[in-house]
């Protein structure tokens, strides 16, 4: 008799991690069943009842395979953890399951669904699976002293500054989430301008790949800031979880604030999406980008109802956005995915900014925040969310036409843009729209070519990946800011939706 029950597309995901993640096709399912069950553990909210539902094109697994229950000896790599994995889920939990084999199936099912579901919408083919594992499964954990203790990497760091011709001394260090931050005094300034050319050098003598060494300067005389990253196993997760916590400060406040995780020291990042007013966002596959537009759509749904914000969402891929079909802050027709109804719901916000235009000249006020201000229009801001701007460019460059007009004129009617794509390129990103659209968030890209498209500078290319982002709003700062985005689960985005 079966004990876990899948569905037809938890086999499939399965399957695509056994012949593209291991490469092995005949390798046992029990292998990933258990990497999803780990990955489920590493969320701190607890899977729902929706994984319950046992469907017949599914299929059906025994804990003798599973956890290896009953089993004394190694059978075909198969061990009896079952004890241990019932502990780790009664811990989990807080409850005892071992007096409830029921409830333990039960929940041991829920938890290797959602993990199956959290590698299908976080792993992509092409992303090697082992370091996909221990990006998802290990960074965040203290593993205990590292095997290089904090004197030797400093040690380490001004071997390598004096290789590349540069003589300094550590003032400081800061960690952060995923950064250490040293501050160096540099006795001659001439050095300052051999550390910047020498940046690509350094990063390749101190081990890291693709990863670059970010320099900014300070305002203490000859000491300059420089931020090195650490090993993934010892990042911090930056958790959903503090939204909530946070959106209890905001809500009532008639701004769009959107808090997207950390800066590099540690600190809370938020900003104005009314002073942005209009928001590119780019970057390459596995970046983070399309978690980075949930931070943005989660922050808005926490802090404000339907009557002060609705969202008109564009999701060509139709999977990004499907979580939010039904929520009440929808405008228009709900989430759209044909081209042809997006045009249409673009030059019906066109005709919307048009419309809200000449109430403002009728109320004497240049702007929607005047007009709410001195109680003169109570009109609904607009966030107009494009989930995969290139694909839709490829299909129709007409969409550009109404896309500029609202990037110019929108911005006083309280429509506010925000594009997104995993190709940033002169082709997607115009020059009109570029012009017209000042702030930008950047995340890993695989050219600094892409890096220019999106920010008009180099860096994005050097970023961590995983949710590591340049953030160039002009409004909050004249230089890029570099933020690590908070992890959002699929649960997050579900506790968020029941709450609306």
């Known amino acids: 008799m079966a004990d876990i029950f899948t569905s037809k597309a938890d086999e499939l995901i399965i399957d695509q991690v056994l012949q593209y993640g291991f490469s092995s096709a005949k390798a046992p399912k029990y292998t990933v069943l258990r990497l999803a069950l780990a990955k489920s553990l590493r969320i701190s909210t607890e899977p729902n009842d929706s994984f319950d539902k046992n469907e017949e094109d599914g299929a059906e697994y025994t804990l003798a395979v599973l956890t290896g229950k009953t089993r004394d000896e190694d059978i ?40 199956l579901y959290e590698i299908k919408t976080s792993w992509n083919r092409s992303h090697d699976f082992i370091v996909y594992l221990q990006e998802e499964l290990f960074a965040g954990l203290d593993f205990g ?22 003589s300094a001394e550590i003032k400081n260090k800061i960690q952060g989430p995923r950064i250490d931050r040293y501050f160096l005094h540099l006795p001659n300034i001439q050095h300052f301008d051999q550390l910047k050319r020498g940046l690509e050098k350094l990063a390749f003598r101190l081990g890291l790949q693709q990863e670059g060494v970010f320099i900014h300067s300070t305002s203490e005389p000859k000491v300059v800031a420089m931020d090195i990253p650490r090993s993934r196993q010892n990042w911090k997760t930056i958790n959903a979880s503090q939204i909530p916590k946070w959106a209890e400060q905001e809500k009532g406040n008639e701004r769009l604030t959107v808090w997207l995780g ?12 009314i002073d942005t007013p209009h928001l590119l966002i780019a970057g390459t596959t596995g970046s983070g980008k399309s978690i980075c537009l949930h931070a943005i759509l989660l922050s808005l749904l926490w ?48 005709d919307e900014m048009e419309r809200r235009n000449q109430l403002l000249r009728e109320a004497g006020v240049s702007n929607l925040t005047e007009a709410i201000q001195q109680r003169k229009l109570q009109l609904p801001r607009i966030v107009v969310v494009v989930e995969e701007l290139a694909d839709l460019m490829m299909q129709s460059r007409e969409l550009e036409t109404p896309l500029v007009r609202l990037a110019q004129k929108a911005r006083s009617t309280g429509i506010h843009l925000i594009l997104a794509t995993q190709r940033p390129d002169s082709v997607t990103f115009s020059g009109l729209l570029r012009t017209n659209i000042p702030s930008r968030i950047a995340l890993r890209v695989q050219k600094n070519t892409e890096s220019r498209i999106i920010l008009d500078e180099m860096g994005a290319e050097q970023l961590l990946g995983s949710g590591d982002m340049l953030v160039k709003i002009p409004q909050v700062s004249t230089n890029a800011i570099r933020v690590h985005g908070a992890y959002i689960s699929q649960d997050d985005i579900k506790l968020c939706l029941r709450n609306l």
């Open 76 to 115: 075909n790599g198969i061990r009896d953890f079952d004890d241990a994995i019932c502990a780790l889920l009664s811990t989990y939990h807080n409850e005892d399951l071992f007096s409830n084999l029921k409830r333990y199936k039960t929940l041991l099912q829920r938890h290797i669904r959602r993990g």
């Open 303 to 350: 802090t404000q109802s339907s009557e002060n914000l609705q969202l008109a969402l564009c999701d060509p891929k139709q999977v990004e956005l499907a979580h939010y079909e039904h929520i009440p802050h929808l405008y228009g027709k709900g989430v759209v995915h044909l081209i042809t109804d997006v045009m249409e719901l673009l030059e019906q916000l066109v």
């Open 262 to 273: 950390e800066d590099v020291l540690g600190k809370p990042f938020t900003f104005d999406l």
């Open 145 to 166: 002293p590292s095997q290089q203790s904090s004197t030797a990497i400093e040690i380490i760091l001004i071997d390598a500054l004096k290789e590349i011709g540069v």
